[in-house]
């Protein structure tokens, strides 16, 4: 992963927005409701360590993101990020690989595990995560039950993850999104899916007209 870009992005129906990327660092706060959060956000700009502010659904301490939004500036809380939209993203290099995997963000994989998966597997570790588990048995002391703890975290999280593109996609706007995997769960892209005016019935805030373009873009109304 490029660590720390910025960039103008040119948006339909909005002004440029500004990308940042990097490793997201703490979760100073967070709404459980809506998944309001302040977050800081390590990048290798000038200014490595920023806040940003934003709906970040589910996404942990450990993890790498691409956030779109612009610069904001307060008396009260100085120099912040707004985002508008983010994207968890993986790393591509070694050394962001390992630091993702020793976060702990995935249940099984401690430091020392993690040191020795990527030490065996290097750049292509997450690629063996998703397409090839059974590899992880190669490495000493990792047997099939750790095999299986690993995976079963790998794969719920990359649900999640699947999970908010997707909805992301129908065009709901993160704030929703949270409230949707709240209810639903992985189970959000089926329920929706099948049943797009199930939005209106059950997600707070989301009504008729909303639904319904939903179900539009699915194909059903």
């Known amino acids: 992963m490029r660590n720390a870009v910025q960039q103008d992005l040119a948006t339909p129906g909005t002004a440029n927005l500004t990308i940042l990327q990097g490793e997201l660092q703490k979760i100073s706060f967070q709404n459980s409701e809506n998944g309001w959060t302040v977050a800081r956000l390590r990048t290798s700009e000038a200014e490595p360590i920023v806040t940003v502010v934003g709906h970040f659904g589910k996404i942990k301490p450990g993890e790498f993101c691409e956030v779109h939004g612009e610069w904001t500036e307060s008396k009260k809380f100085g120099k912040q990020f707004k985002a508008l939209h983010i994207n968890i993203i993986y790393p591509k290099s070694v050394a962001g690989i390992l630091r993702y995997l020793k976060s702990g963000v995935i249940k099984g994989i401690g430091e020392k595990t993690a040191e020795a998966i990527v030490q065996h597997f290097g750049d292509q570790t997450l690629e063996v995560l998703d397409n090839d588990p059974d590899r992880l048995l190669t490495i000493p002391k ?47 892209p089926d329920r929706v899916a099948q049943d797009p005016y199930c939005l209106a019935r059950d997600i707070p805030g989301i009504g008729f007209i909303t639904a319904d373009g939903v179900a539009q873009q699915v194909g059903i109304a």
């Open 142 to 188: 990792i047997g099939k039950r750790k095999k299986m703890e690993i995976i079963k975290a790998w794969n719920e999280r990359k649900r999640f993850r699947d999970v908010e593109i997707f909805l992301s996609s129908q065009g709901i706007s993160p704030a929703f999104i949270t409230r949707i995997i709240r209810i639903y769960g992985a189970d959000a």
